[in-house]
């Protein structure tokens, strides 16, 4: 689901996905990157650049946290309900 939201001066765009036990948050969360950039995930810098995959998925799946990190251009929130929010902060419509 792709939508935009207005915080403040500037809309957004704002794409939310879902992750479950088939697909951990951290894979999750570089496909819906990549699919927004229209790129392969192997084409995108590893996520351990920015943050411990594995820890991330650890921590969102187990304690059921929320987690905000910046990657490639989007603040990404992963919930441990399964939803993953990414907030294009390049996109300047």
Do not use: C, K
Request: aromatic residues 4%; without cysteine.
């Amino acid at each position: 689901m792709t939508g935009t939201t207005h915080n403040g001066r500037d809309a957004q765009r704002t794409i939310e996905r879902e992750w479950d036990d088939a697909m951990p948050p951290s894979t999750a969360l570089v496909r819906a990157v990549a699919d927004a950039r229209g790129v392969e995930a192997t084409e995108l810098p590893p996520l351990y650049d920015v943050v411990d995959a594995d820890a991330l998925d650890s921590l969102v799946r187990e304690q059921e946290v929320t987690m905000t990190i910046e990657y490639q251009g989007f603040l990404a929130t992963i919930r441990g309900d399964g939803r993953l929010e990414l907030v294009d902060q390049e996109d300047e419509s």
